[in-house]
């Protein structure tokens, strides 16, 4: 399945991934949310939805739908990798 075809992932979040080496969404389910934002982050800018974005694309369903434990979770990594 391409990227493009998750929810949360329209050309641009594709292209980046691509460019991180994940080309499929078989990719991003064995690599994980973490992993893909701090490859991201490695090559740019990365936000905290990006990372909401990904995990829900993980879980086929729009990020705003994530349960809130999810997002605080998520939340906790992402400010530790900001750090």
Known sequence: MKLSELP???KTLEKELNDIG???????????????????????????NKLYALEGAIREVRWHHLP????????????????
Do not use: F
Request: hydrophobic content about 30%; charged content about 35%; some cysteine.
């Open 22 to 48: 994940i080309q499929t969404a078989e990719d991003l389910k064995e690599t994980g949310s973490i992993e893909a934002i701090i490859r991201l982050n490695v090559h740019g800018d990365t936000c905290c």
């Open 68 to 83: 809130k434990d999810v997002r605080l979770q998520l939340k906790s990594e992402y400010d530790k990798l900001k750090k």
């Open 8 to 10: 949360n992932i329209g």
